[in-house]
């Protein structure tokens, strides 16, 4: 698995706090977010490599969802 491989590269940590929260399992999600805070204060990265909105935002709701964020400190951190 690639978490094993490159145990610092934060993508991978993202990815699998975003697809844990979507399928529900958000002890492994919350999970992901402490290994992902051990390496980078950056949890929610700025995905504007993603062309397609709705898969941009789909991950983007995954990780906000995984890191506990409510709707409004997710609205006045984008206003920012």
């Known amino acids: 698995m690639a978490r094993h491989a490159i145990p610092i590269h934060a993508m991978t940590y993202r990815f699998l706090a975003s697809c844990y929260a979507h399928m529900g399992r958000l002890d492994d999600a919350r999970e992901m977010v402490q290994r992902l805070r051990a390496i980078t204060p950056v949890v929610v990265p700025n995905a504007m490599q993603y062309r397609n909105p709705e898969h941009r935002e789909l991950f983007l709701w995954g990780l906000r969802l995984a890191a506990g964020e409510?709707?409004?400190?997710?609205?006045?951190?984008?206003?920012q």
């Not at 409510?70 to 206003?79: N, P, R």
């Open 70 to 79: 409510t709707a409004g400190s997710v609205v006045a951190a984008s206003t």
